[in-house]
């Protein structure tokens, strides 16, 4: 059995040695380079777009702008099945301008050198209009009621303890290391993209609709992809134009999008703004639980954000109503951010948890443990599988939790004052739709699927499948996905994959093993197995969600202001682990992702023009290796077998539920300042002291 | 041997030798190129990575004449008479360099896109004066961004392999 162990990476070999070729690595014959050109306002119009003195540049082939790029067509409403964008517009298909670094022109040339200097010498000429850019606030945009039980107003008014708070996110950037690329190229009508795609199927069929083409006619490759963290899920306005300038120059196109122009055009986690009541009896029961939220959206697109993701099921509560809106500002379309919603969600209320704590005088595992549900309340329905009272439990005696004093500042090391936090976390356990073709040989097997790996271990947990389902080794087993003329296989984005491919994988190893019974003296035989999703299912007979907690220790020296994260204890309930190795890892990055998101990340917008001012990596700050904690990572083995028939869930987002709230419950713990409006900056440490 | 570079169109024609992985080649570059798209565009060396352009990521990271430099920062007419090492001269022949086996051994890397340049930040570092903790190794490596956040395993890796040389 090769599922539960810990393997090392099938594709692994090619990545140490810089052979794994990622899309920008391509290089076609008599390719030419692409730049694009960013509007430097953030609302307005495009009045002239000079051109001149960038085609003098030797070596421009072209410049398009909004005049002459051709027919591209905006996309419709977003669908799994017709495709999903989140920036609908086709690039350069207006003269308007809504955010700051919307492409305005396109240089292309004989080499980067010539269409850089060509970008550069573009003169536009702006008519700017007004920008709105002004601070979210927690009632703003017309109200969605998401969800609805009791009579929380009633509750929360006749509460014995109760908090309302609001908390606020801000503008957190995806920053793959991987720079969003397209290398387009045609031959007669049909196009083929090299992209940094985490979604092969949707990006054909929404470049095909773009394009004017039928879904055919468009081949998208996405062997490896440098990460991406739900940035590159939906397709960007590089590949369109890629595509278009590619199909009237008759020669490919490579672009590659700069570090700058991903805070403007791949998308961000938007700013939030979530005011959370919730009530206590003296026990700490708790007894309503209201959370009313607003994301900031683009002018033309209405993201939801859906902070009370996890709010409905995760508290058993009797009076609860959750609320959400929008409010437009002069910013490029947010777009999911890993563990959209839930992440967010989790800081506010696991803040407000812990806040009621200290209000009932109570240790916030306790409160936990009291308020852990046993279904799900806000479908009313069972769970498939839920351990989240064990994995406080487990984690609390990993950690050493007993030990923890409530009173601020009250623990020290080394000269160091300790904080410890707590906090739980969820998140969906889904499969969409999927098929896989297998080609059985005599002593070796290959599996295609048209879904890709993002770094998450997508090809050796494809192998480890059909090993075990073939009896077959691992290394006997290669696995052909990140093309989407393979059988259509799953997203990777909302930690779906791996639940996704196992029925089908499975399915079609039964089969090529029956092919193989009937006629044994065939070569090769080929299996074919299908399946159906779970995910947005109408009425569900269970709910299907991974759990977990976190506890963290942060230090804390007042007298040279040095916070550090230093311990987390982290223990899964995530369904069966298919390889241990590559999901504790997928755990372990995603708490670093957040430290980076409790202690650092957010993109500065300029009031005045509404430009992203911190657009690089030195001025937004992402964990580096100094400052990853020690992590310890257990998963809770219980098999979701109502999910599909090995039980395993997906491990890409849980692990960044949950951090954020855990560290700034360590750092009350450690300083006594609550911050509620993240990061955490040394200033809001600072300021109580000074006051 | 001589390869015909990129060429020149605009920016001045430079003529250029330089070593890259072992081999000596002539080659006339634009003023312009950065060494980091010279190794890619023109001599088709993609496993070095643009991640940023600007020398903040670190995923660009190369040898010149034996220590980690950042291939992005540098034009490649500085390089006249330079022995350049990328990821793909790392490995001797066939056999891994340690710190390759080691992170494959310990899953240093998740999406693979920053690893070329962690591994050669690791190789200089083994040179390089640094103390015997952990968190020297965090620190030593902290040039070097992974978005994934594989760091602990990175540190591991390293460390197996600075355990391993002490010892032998």
Same mark, same amino acid.
């Given at each position: 059995?090769?599922?539960?162990?810990?393997?090392?990476?099938?594709?692994?070999?090619?990545?140490?040695?810089?052979?794994?070729?990622?899309?920008?690595?391509?290089?076609?014959?008599?390719?030419?380079?692409?730049?694009?050109?960013?509007?430097?306002?953030?609302?307005?119009?495009?009045?002239?777009?000079?051109?001149?003195?960038?085609?003098?540049?030797?070596?421009?082939?072209?410049?398009?702008?909004?005049?002459?790029?051709?027919?591209?067509?905006?996309?419709?409403?977003?669908?799994?099945?017709?495709?999903?964008?989140?920036?609908?517009?086709?690039?350069?298909?207006?003269?308007?301008?809504?955010?700051?670094?919307?492409?305005?022109?396109?240089?292309?040339?004989?080499?980067?050198?010539?269409?850089?200097?060509?970008?550069?010498?573009?003169?536009?000429?702006?008519?700017?209009?007004?920008?709105?850019?002004?601070?979210?606030?927690?009632?703003?945009?017309?109200?969605?009621?998401?969800?609805?039980?009791?009579?929380?107003?009633?509750?929360?008014?006749?509460?014995?303890?109760?908090?309302?708070?609001?908390?606020?996110?801000?503008?957190?950037?995806?920053?793959?290391?991987?720079?969003?690329?397209?290398?387009?190229?045609?031959?007669?009508?049909?196009?083929?993209?090299?992209?940094?795609?985490?979604?092969?199927?949707?990006?054909?069929?929404?470049?095909?609709?773009?394009?004017?083409?039928?879904?055919?006619?468009?081949?998208?490759?996405?062997?490896?992809?440098?990460?991406?963290?739900?940035?590159?899920?939906?397709?960007?306005?590089?590949?369109?134009?890629?595509?278009? /300038?590619?199909?009237?120059?008759?020669?490919?196109?490579?672009?590659? =999008? $700069?570090?700058? #122009?991903?805070?403007? !055009? &791949? @998308?961000?986690?938007?700013?939030?703004?979530?005011?959370?009541?919730?009530?206590?009896?003296?026990?700490?029961?708790?007894?309503?639980?209201?959370?009313?939220?607003?994301?900031?959206?683009?002018?033309?697109?209405?993201?939801?954000?859906?902070?009370?993701? /996890?709010?409905?099921?995760?508290?058993?509560?009797?009076?609860?109503? =959750? $609320?959400?809106? #929008?409010?437009?500002? !002069? &910013? @490029?379309?947010?777009?999911?951010?890993?563990?959209?919603?839930?992440?967010?969600?989790?800081?506010?209320?696991?803040?407000?948890?812990?806040?009621?704590?200290?209000?009932?005088?109570?240790?916030?595992?306790?409160?936990?443990?009291?308020?852990?549900?046993?279904?799900?309340?806000?479908?009313?329905?069972?769970?498939?599988?839920?351990?989240?009272?064990?994995?406080?439990?487990?984690?609390?005696?990993?950690?050493?939790?007993?030990?923890?004093?409530?009173?601020?500042?009250?623990?020290?090391?080394?000269?160091?004052?300790?904080?410890?936090?707590?906090?739980?976390?969820?998140?969906?356990?889904?499969?969409?739709?999927?098929?896989?073709?297998?080609?059985?040989?005599?002593?070796?097997?290959?599996?295609?699927?048209?879904?890709?790996?993002?770094?998450?271990?997508?090809?050796?947990?494809?192998?480890?499948?059909?090993?075990?389902?073939?009896?077959?080794?691992?290394?006997?087993?290669?696995?052909?996905?990140?093309?989407?003329?393979?059988?259509?296989?799953?997203?990777?984005?909302?930690?779906?994959?791996?639940?996704?491919?196992?029925?089908?994988?499975?399915?079609?190893?039964?089969?090529?093993?029956?092919?193989?019974?009937?006629?044994?003296?065939?070569?090769?035989?080929?299996?074919?197995?299908?399946?159906?999703?779970?995910?947005?299912?109408?009425?569900?007979?269970?709910?299907?969600?991974?759990?977990?907690?976190?506890?963290?220790?942060?230090?804390?020296?007042?007298?040279?202001?040095?916070?550090?994260?230093?311990?987390?204890?982290?223990?899964?309930?995530?369904?069966?682990?298919?390889?241990?190795?590559?999901?504790?890892?997928?755990?372990?990055?995603?708490?670093?992702?957040?430290?980076?998101?409790?202690?650092?990340?957010?993109?500065?917008?300029?009031?005045?023009?509404?430009?992203?001012?911190?657009?690089?990596?030195?001025?937004?700050?992402?964990?580096?290796?100094?400052?990853?904690?020690?992590?310890?990572?257990?998963?809770?083995?219980?098999?979701?077998?109502?999910?599909?028939?090995?039980?395993?869930?997906?491990?890409?987002?849980?692990?960044?539920?949950?951090?954020?709230?855990?560290?700034?419950?360590?750092?009350?713990?450690?300083?006594?300042?609550?911050?509620?409006?993240?990061?955490?900056?040394?200033?809001?440490?600072?300021?109580?002291?000074?006051? | 041997?001589?390869?015909?570079?990129?060429?020149?169109?605009?920016?001045?024609?430079?003529?250029?030798?330089?070593?890259?992985?072992?081999?000596?080649?002539?080659?006339?570059?634009?003023?312009?190129?950065?060494?980091?798209?010279?190794?890619?565009?023109?001599?088709?060396?993609?496993?070095?990575?643009?991640?940023?352009?600007?020398?903040?990521?670190?995923?660009?990271?190369?040898?010149?004449?034996?220590?980690?430099?950042?291939?992005?920062?540098?034009?490649?007419?500085?390089?006249?008479?330079?022995?350049?090492?990328?990821?793909?001269?790392?490995?001797?022949?066939?056999?891994?360099?340690?710190?390759?086996?080691?992170?494959?051994?310990?899953?240093?890397?998740?999406?693979?896109?920053?690893?070329?340049?962690?591994?050669?930040?690791?190789?200089?570092?083994?040179?390089?004066?640094?103390?015997?903790?952990?968190?020297?190794?965090?620190?030593?490596?902290?040039?070097?961004?992974?978005?994934?956040?594989?760091?602990?395993?990175?540190?591991?890796?390293?460390?197996?392999?600075?355990?391993?040389?002490?010892?032998?």
């Amino acid at each position: 059995m090769s599922i539960g162990t810990p393997l090392d990476r099938i594709e692994g070999h090619l990545k140490v040695t810089g052979a794994a070729d990622y899309a920008s690595d391509r290089i076609l014959d008599n390719m030419l380079y692409g730049v694009t050109v960013g509007s430097t306002i953030a609302a307005g119009r495009v009045q002239r777009v000079d051109s001149a003195a960038a085609l003098a540049v030797p070596g421009v082939v072209a410049v398009f702008d909004h005049s002459n790029i051709g027919t591209l067509h905006s996309f419709g409403k977003s669908s799994l099945k017709e495709g999903i964008v989140d920036e609908h517009r086709a690039p350069l298909s207006g003269d308007d301008v809504r955010y700051y670094g919307q492409y305005v022109a396109f240089v292309v040339a004989q080499t980067l050198e010539a269409a850089t200097e060509g970008a550069a010498l573009v003169q536009v000429t702006y008519a700017p209009g007004a920008v709105n850019i002004t601070p979210i606030a927690s009632d703003e945009g017309e109200r969605n009621v998401g969800s609805h039980r009791g009579d929380p107003d009633k509750a929360f008014a006749a509460a014995a303890a109760k908090i309302d708070q609001t908390y606020r996110t801000p503008v957190e950037t995806h920053n793959p290391i991987e720079l969003h690329a397209t290398v387009a190229s045609w031959e007669g009508d049909t196009v083929t993209l090299f992209e940094t795609s985490q979604a092969v199927v949707n990006h054909r069929n929404v470049l095909a609709a773009m394009l004017g083409v039928s879904r055919d006619k468009v081949r998208v490759f996405t062997h490896y992809l440098g990460s991406g963290f739900g940035g590159k899920l939906w397709p960007w306005q590089q590949s369109p134009l890629a595509a278009a /300038a590619a199909r009237r120059l008759g020669r490919p196109v490579k672009v590659v =999008v $700069t570090r700058e #122009q991903m805070f403007m !055009n &791949v @998308g961000h986690r938007p700013q939030t703004v979530q005011r959370v009541r919730i009530s206590a009896d003296a026990d700490g029961r708790l007894t309503s639980l209201q959370h009313d939220a607003t994301n900031h959206a683009g002018m033309l697109d209405d993201y939801d954000e859906n902070c009370s993701e /996890a709010t409905t099921y995760f508290y058993s509560v009797p009076n609860l109503r =959750v $609320t959400s809106g #929008q409010a437009k500002r !002069n &910013v @490029g379309p947010p777009t999911s951010m890993r563990g959209p919603g839930a992440v967010p969600g989790l800081f506010a209320t696991e803040s407000a948890l812990d806040e009621l704590a200290i209000v009932l005088n109570m240790d916030p595992l306790a409160l936990h443990l009291r308020n852990a549900p046993s279904r799900d309340e806000g479908r009313d329905i069972p769970f498939t599988s839920c351990h989240v009272a064990e994995c406080y439990e487990l984690g609390a005696q990993k950690f050493g939790w007993r030990d923890r004093t409530p009173a601020v500042g009250s623990m020290r090391r080394d000269d160091m004052i300790l904080g410890w936090g707590m906090a739980g976390c969820s998140w969906i356990a889904d499969r969409l739709y999927c098929e896989v073709r297998v080609e059985l040989h005599a002593d070796s097997a290959r599996v295609f699927c048209a879904t890709q790996d993002i770094g998450t271990g997508t090809y050796t947990m494809l192998a480890q499948i059909a090993s075990d389902a073939l009896g077959m080794p691992v290394r006997h087993i290669s696995v052909s996905i990140g093309d989407s003329s393979l059988p259509p296989g799953p997203l990777s984005g909302g930690s779906m994959a791996t639940a996704s491919v196992i029925p089908a994988t499975i399915d079609a190893c039964k089969d090529a093993l029956h092919k193989r019974e009937r006629a044994p003296s065939q070569e090769t035989v080929v299996g074919y197995g299908r399946s159906n999703a779970t995910f947005g299912v109408d009425k569900p007979k269970k709910s299907s969600h991974s759990f977990g907690a976190h506890f963290i220790e942060v230090t804390w020296q007042p007298e040279i202001a040095r916070l550090r994260v230093r311990r987390v204890v982290t223990v899964i309930d995530g369904g069966k682990i298919i390889n241990p190795k590559t999901a504790r890892n997928q755990i372990e990055g995603a708490i670093v992702f957040g430290v980076g998101m409790a202690l650092f990340e957010t993109t500065h917008y300029d009031p005045k023009t509404a430009a992203p001012l911190n657009r690089n990596l030195a001025d937004y700050v992402v964990a580096s290796n100094a400052d990853h904690p020690a992590m310890d990572v257990t998963f809770l083995d219980y098999p979701d077998y109502d999910l599909n028939p090995l039980g395993a869930r997906g491990v890409g987002e849980i692990g960044l539920a949950g951090v954020a709230p855990a560290i700034t419950s360590a750092v009350y713990h450690a300083t006594g300042v609550r911050v509620r409006d993240l990061p955490v900056g040394i200033e809001d440490l600072l300021a109580p002291h000074l006051t | 041997m001589t390869v015909k570079g990129q060429e020149p169109i605009a920016g001045q024609k430079l003529a250029t030798s330089l070593m890259v992985n072992g081999t000596r080649y002539q080659v006339e570059v634009d003023s312009r190129t950065s060494l980091l798209d010279f190794l890619r565009e023109t001599m088709g060396l993609t496993g070095t990575k643009k991640g940023c352009d600007h020398g903040q990521c670190g995923a660009c990271t190369i040898h010149v004449n034996g220590q980690r430099t950042l291939a992005c920062l540098t034009f490649v007419a500085m390089h006249d008479g330079d022995e350049i090492t990328t990821v793909e001269g790392l490995a001797n022949g066939d056999e891994l360099h340690p710190v390759q086996a080691a992170f494959l051994e310990h899953d240093g890397f998740q999406c693979g896109y920053c690893t070329p340049g962690q591994l050669m930040s690791a190789a200089a570092m083994l040179d390089e004066p640094w103390g015997p903790d952990d968190a020297d190794v965090a620190e030593a490596m902290s040039g070097n961004i992974c978005r994934c956040g594989a760091y602990q395993n990175i540190v591991a890796a390293i460390q197996s392999v600075r355990k391993a040389n002490a010892s032998s």
